[in-house]
């Protein structure tokens, strides 16, 4: 069974940073690529940061660009969103994703609010 559970999220200053990690199991971690997304209430899930399954290659989305960045460690099935410079537009409520095969799997999602 795929399971994702996200962690990390809280209460941060403006200009601060937090670290998100998204542990993995049930699947090949390192067969696939790892996104990050968020969402706002009453808005879309927005896509953040996308990992590719092996040699690094990364994407990010242009809001988060120079600030966010995404990791992996193949051996701990784990997906890291380090998140510096915070600003208060980045507060929703983040998700971990996998696409294995023909499915979507999501984790929980975990808070970042991003407030003084």
């Known amino acids: 069974q795929v399971q994702l559970v996200e962690s990390g999220g809280g209460l941060v200053q403006p200009g601060g940073s937090l670290r998100l990690s998204c542990a993995t199991s049930?699947?090949?971690?390192?067969?696939?690529?790892m996104s990050w997304y968020r969402q706002v209430p009453g808005k879309e899930r927005e896509l953040v940061a996308v990992?590719?399954?092996?040699?690094?290659?990364?994407n990010y989305a242009d809001s988060v660009k120079g600030r966010f960045t995404i990791s992996r460690d193949n051996a701990k099935s784990t997906v890291y969103l380090q998140m510096n410079s915070l600003k208060p537009e980045d507060t929703a409520v983040y998700y971990c994703?996998?696409?294995?095969?023909?499915?979507?799997?999501w984790g929980q999602g975990t808070q970042v609010t991003v407030s003084s």
């Open positions: 994703n996998a696409k294995i095969r023909f499915s979507v799997y």
């Open positions: 049930g699947f090949t971690f390192s067969n696939y690529a």
């Open positions: 990992i590719a399954r092996v040699g690094g290659s990364t």
